[in-house]
Structures are given as structure tokens and as C-alpha cells.
């Protein structure tokens, strides 16, 4: 009998434990899945909140390994996949959370239509970067408050992951777009074609006032939660729409009640949790690699390198506010 495949994996075993490198075996491909040979996998807050046990809505029973984002080459295919072939580059949001297999890893069974073909304009670490944020950006803007050319736009946190593609998407529909943040992020905003606002100097009436002279913004979209989502509620105009990846709190609705605007939340792991609107992840990686293609969107990475035996030190360089861009682990195998 033919020994079972193996890989490299960082595993973790307990919340808030230090993952550890092990050799685990290799996943087979089921109907409608494709084996994927990772080479990067993108580092998110999100991941920092599953393995502290702290995202009740992201659990991962442990053992286990995490990850959420991804790109590498297509390894094998299984019947009734039809996109791919052995050989592609691919990137995607595939797993990490409601038990299955993240990123970590040498390898990944994935469900084929959470993937899309990687932009050829992108490293492999750039492009494991993009999914999660790409898509709860995209989802917010396009698929939820249908933002259109000409729109005033407000991002908060637009120096965030989320918040920098949000910038970018927006930007590429045409919107004008604003973009909240500290002082020291504002070359940032700017560079990325938005107008910052410097939340410690100016209150809501402030920027509401001078920058739309005092109608309030079209689109909304927080990337913040708490007392900024509230402020949402205050800085949109009549008729506008906030959209929030954070909205979690218990929030007052009256003053968007009295603007006749209207609210949407962002949840952007629901089809990997209940298998619902895979495709659709599909096809907005799809319109990511077009952005991409065109030169309307690149990621930011923070220039320092981990791989799998260093993983708890990405995550520590994340808590620790240091990363200068997204971090992104290397998968040596």
C-alpha cells in the first residue's frame, strides 16, 4: 500500500497558544474541489480574533489549521470542476473557520468556486493578500449600497485592509471619494487618490459641512464599528446608505430614520459557513483580477517576510500595530 501524502502544516491546538510546524496529511480533493499547492497566505485581524477563541461567529474547532486567504498553483482537480486545470495560479478566501482547512499549509482541498484565476500582474503574496478584503470591500459598495460614479463616498478607516481596496473600488467606479483616519495615515489615503479627514481634528459637523457642504455623504461605508458606525448615521445624507463590516453593537437609529436612509451589515464568511453564494466570492475575485489587470487596484504589503515556523510572529506583528501593510505568510514546502 502506498504511503499517505503529507505536508507541512502550522497547527494550533488551544486558543492563544503559539502554532506549531507539523507534518500532516495531505487533503484529496472531493467532487467539485480543486487541490491547491499553496505558496502565500494573507494574514488578517480576523485570523488574530479566531485563534484567541474571541469570534464566536468564526469558530474553528482546535485542533486546527488556520488561514483564511490564499494563492498557489491548482495541483489536481476532482470530477465536475471545470474552470480549472492542473497548473493554474488561483487565489481565494477558501477556509480557516467552521472547520475548515485554512491556509496554513502546504495544501488545500477547496471548493472550486470560491477561487478565481490569479491576476498575472500580481505576485503570489500580493494576491493572497486581496480576498477577504477585496470581497467585504466589494460586497459593501457594489453589492450592497450600488455605488455609482459621480457619488460622494465616505470610507472610514480608509487606511485599513478593508478600507484601502474599499478606497480603491470606489475610486475606479468613479465616486469621489473621502476618507477617514489619524494624521499619520493621511499620505496614505491621499496616495491612494482619497481626501483624508483627520478624525482627531474634526468632528462629524466638521467634515459633513466642508466637504458636502453640509447634505451629507451619498455612501458610507465603516470598516470601524462603535461610535463610528453612529457617526455614519449622522454624516449621510437623505436617501444615502450606510453600509458597516462591523456593525455588531447595539446602535440608536433615529438619525437615520429622519434621513430616510437606509443601513446594510457585510458578513462576509456566510458562504463558507453555510455554502450559500460561493460563486458569487468567485466572481468577485473575478472582478478584482479585472481592477488589477487595468491598474486600478494594488495591494499594500508589509515588506517583512514569515513563513510557516513564524507564523505566531506575523500575528504578533499585527497586535502589535508595527505592519506597515498587510502581512502575508510564505508556505515553504
Do not use: C
Not at 23 to 42: D, F, M, T, W
Not at 127 to 149: C, H, K, M, Q, Y
Not at 263 to 278: I, K
Amino acid at each position: 500500500m502506498a504511503d499517505t501524502p503529507s505536508m507541512r502544516a502550522a497547527v494550533l491546538d488551544s486558543p492563544r497558544l503559539a502554532f506549531r510546524v507539523a507534518s500532516v496529511a495531505r487533503p484529496q480533493p472531493q467532487s467539485g474541489q480543486v487541490l491547491v499547492k499553496i505558496k502565500a497566505s494573507g494574514v488578517n485581524p480576523l485570523d488574530l480574533k479566531i485563534r484567541a477563541g474571541q469570534a464566536p461567529h468564526a469558530r474553528h474547532p482546535l485542533p486546527a489549521i488556520l488561514g483564511l486567504d490564499l494563492a498557489g498553483t491548482v495541483e489536481a482537480t476532482a470530477p465536475g470542476v471545470v474552470a480549472f486545470r492542473v497548473g493554474d495560479e488561483v487565489f481565494g478566501m477558501t477556509g480557516g473557520v467552521g472547520g475548515i482547512q485554512g491556509s496554513l499549509a502546504g495544501y488545500a482541498a477547496v471548493d472550486a468556486a470560491l477561487l478565481a484565476h490569479k491576476p498575472a500582474g500580481l505576485t503570489m503574496r500580493e494576491a493572497a493578500s486581496l480576498p477577504l478584503i477585496f470581497i467585504t470591500a466589494w460586497e459593501g459598495l457594489v453589492d450592497r449600497a450600488n455605488v455609482r460614479a459621480g457619488q460622494k463616498v465616505l470610507v472610514h478607516g480608509g487606511a485599513g485592509g478593508v478600507g484601502q481596496v474599499a478606497v480603491q473600488i470606489a475610486r475606479a467606479i468613479g465616486a469621489d471619494v473621502f476618507a477617514t483616519g489619524s494624521a499619520r495615515s493621511a499620505a496614505v489615503i491621499e496616495e491612494l487618490g482619497a481626501i483624508p479627514i483627520d478624525y482627531d481634528m474634526m468632528t462629524v459637523d466638521d467634515y459633513v459641512g466642508r466637504r458636502t457642504d453640509g447634505r451629507g455623504f451619498d455612501v458610507i461605508y465603516d470598516t470601524v464599528g462603535g461610535t463610528t458606525l453612529d457617526a455614519s448615521f449622522s454624516a449621510v445624507r437623505r436617501f444615502g446608505h450606510v453600509v458597516s463590516a462591523l456593525g455588531w453593537g447595539t446602535h440608536a437609529l433615529a438619525p437615520l430614520s429622519f434621513r430616510a436612509a437606509s443601513y446594510s451589515g457585510v458578513f462576509t464568511l456566510l458562504p463558507l459557513l453555510t455554502g450559500e453564494g460561493r460563486a458569487h466570492h468567485g466572481d468577485i475575485l473575478r472582478e478584482a483580477a479585472r481592477l488589477v489587470d487595468a491598474g486600478k487596484l494594488r495591494p499594500r504589503l508589509d515588506p517583512r517576510r514569515f513563513g510557516l515556523s513564524s507564523v505566531t510572529e506575523a500575528h504578533a506583528a499585527i497586535e502589535d500595530r508595527s505592519a506597515q501593510g498587510k502581512i502575508v505568510i510564505d508556505i515553504e514546502e
